[in-house]
């Protein structure tokens, strides 16, 4: 089924550019690799070039980014993320469901997947434990979004997604109206952006789920990527990973990335919160003040050169070192989904706000607009 497209026009555009530089044709996921119809809604695959050669691929099947082909040091193509080849392959039950979608209404957990809001207990479907996680089991990254291509003034491309999650679904109230915007821009960025509006108060918190491994390849770990985090405090949890409510600082723990460390350095402290969470799966509180757009992250392989800077407008940023992987699931060109092969960097409002007044407010209402911007850029060095 799978149809390979040589990408030959960027080689050959890099190739005259730098013509001492070792160019690697690669290979893209075919459209008609997705072309299905689910529950009467067509499933696309849309394919961004920008003029440097980096591609991005994303399907209107869960707004979720499927490939990602960023320039390593040698001048070579890397596949930055996980993703599956065919849309079968992301409908399979054993597959992880949370490779590169966009997950809500709420990203991350909410206790007990109940919360109040205006005097109004609501219950959320439970899907994690005792717990909600990722917008529930039929969250937005099970949905087919509408999407469109859009070619920008600039000359840079964009997919347009948009989703109607109606009142209720997986118990969140009020009709929420999202626009997902991915970007891939001529500085070799992809901009995710994100707009909602509601009919009725509301809780959000929608986040990207892609996992990265700057090898290019599950056949070596994150844990060698080296790791800056602009966060003094993080999010202590309870064993089900739910927010106690405190604001804890990383000083002295294995939690500090503000110098820039290897994610396997301390991987395996014995540090309470990460006895928890087997590993990093925290929320931390990023370095800002209110919504101002900042450097959350800058993530560095030492091998392939390529370096990953996470900016946000939002005030936290979930890391998560891939510490329920198990290597039972295939992904592109046979990568197996092993054991910390992936890293997750979802900035987002912190778990479980609706349970913490001393949280970041979660709530959106009828006339406001909820906005997000989040830009994975890339370099090499
Ligand atoms: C997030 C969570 C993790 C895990 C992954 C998906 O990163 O914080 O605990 O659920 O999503 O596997």
């Known amino acids: 089924m799978k149809k390979v497209i040589t990408f030959i026009a960027g080689a050959l555009l890099l190739a005259a550019c730098t013509p001492k530089a ?17 529950n009467g809604q067509a499933v696309t695959l849309f394919t961004m070039v920008n003029k440097n050669g980096m591609a991005a691929q994303v399907t209107n099947y869960g707004a979720r980014l499927v490939s990602l082909w960023v320039p390593a040091r040698d001048g070579s193509f890397k596949d930055v993320v996980w993703g599956y080849e065919s849309i079968a392959d992301y409908l399979d039950p054993g597959t992880d469901v949370y490779s590169g979608p966009v997950v809500g209404r709420y990203g991350n957990r909410i206790n007990k997947g109940r919360f109040t809001l205006d005097g109004k207990e609501y219950q959320l479907t439970i899907n994690d434990g005792e717990n909600h996680l990722h917008g529930g089991s039929g969250g937005f990254w099970s949905k087919v979004w509408q999407g469109r291509s859009v070619i920008n003034a600039d000359s840079s491309e964009s997919v347009v997604l948009t989703y109607q999650s109606p009142d209720g679904e997986e118990g969140y109230p009020g009709n929420l109206s999202i626009t997902v915007t991915y970007t891939l821009t ?18 959000i918190n929608p986040t990207s789920h892609s996992y990265f491994n700057l090898h ?13 985090i602009n966060a003094g405090s993080f999010t202590p949890t309870d064993a089900g990973l739910i927010p106690t409510g405190e604001i804890a600082s990383v000083e002295g723990t294995p939690l500090d990335f503000r110098q820039p460390t290897p994610i396997g350095e301390r991987i395996e402290a014995d540090f309470e919160p990460m006895k928890l969470a087997k590993g990093y799966d925290h929320n931390w509180v990023l370095d800002k003040t209110g919504s101002a757009f900042s450097e959350a992250a800058v993530v560095y392989e030492p091998a392939t050169g390529i370096v990953m800077t996470v900016t946000t407008d939002q005030p936290g940023m979930q890391f998560y070192s891939g510490n329920f992987m198990d290597g039972k699931d295939t992904g592109k060109r046979g990568d197996k989904h092993n054991f910390r092969t992936g890293v997750a960097f979802e900035t987002q409002n912190f778990p479980d706000a609706p349970n913490h007044p001393n949280f970041p407010n979660p709530v959106l209402r ?6 997000q911007t989040c830009i994975y850029a890339f370099g090499t060095k």
Do not use: C, K, R
């Open 22 to 38: 070792q160019v690697e044709p690669y290979e893209l996921i075919s459209a008609e690799a997705f072309d299905t119809t689910l």
């Open 186 to 203: 001529n500085e070799n960025q992809l901009v995710i952006g994100y707009e909602a509006t509601t009919d009725a108060p509301t809780v």
């Open 216 to 228: 290019g390849t599950t056949a070596q770990s994150t844990n060698s990527h080296v790791l800056q």
């Open 366 to 371: 009828p006339g406001e607009t909820y906005m």
